[in-house]
């Protein structure tokens, strides 16, 4: 049973998410300390880059966009040391890189689809290797779909 707390969070990101432009998957990324947000992302180009996420193949698109965890780190502009991140999506290797070096303690994430493991499942097989050797914690969390 996921607390009050942790219910806020996922649905913010999922809100956030909300907001990306990507046609194909949207993420939201929504960063804590306390009960408090710090810092809030979703996937999509950078500022001031012609966003054409829509027409862009799929090899551009990948190039071009930063993801939601990326953005929530790079928009917070202050020591993430022991907070905390709740994604809508299981972190890249390259975003869990990016989590543990910030400080990052605890990563919220819906345990995934079946669907999803299908076609990631290798990736977040690295990104938890690399959690549990820095010893940030992994909250899979059970969301009850309706």
Not at 19 to 43: C, H, M, Y
Not at 61 to 82: C, F, M, P, Q, V
Request: net charge negative; glycine share 6%; proline share 4%.
């Amino acid at each position: 049973m996921m607390t009050k707390w942790a219910t806020r969070f996922l649905q913010m990101a999922e809100l956030v998410a909300s907001w990306s432009k990507d046609p194909s998957t949207q993420v939201g990324a929504v960063i804590t300390e306390n009960n408090r947000i710090v810092s809030l992302g979703f996937n999509g180009y950078p500022h001031g880059v012609s966003d054409s996420a829509e027409t862009d193949n799929r090899e551009m698109k990948l190039l071009k966009t930063l993801h939601a965890e990326e953005n929530a780190i790079l928009y917070a502009k202050r020591d993430l040391s022991g907070c905390e991140i709740w994604v809508t999506h299981f972190p890249c290797p390259n975003c869990a890189a990016k989590i543990i070096q910030t400080g990052l303690s605890t990563v919220h994430s819906p345990q995934p689809s079946q669907d999803f493991l299908s076609r990631w499942g290798e990736k977040i097989k690295i990104s938890q290797d690399m959690f549990d050797q820095a010893g940030v914690t992994v909250d899979w969390m059970q969301v009850d779909k309706e």
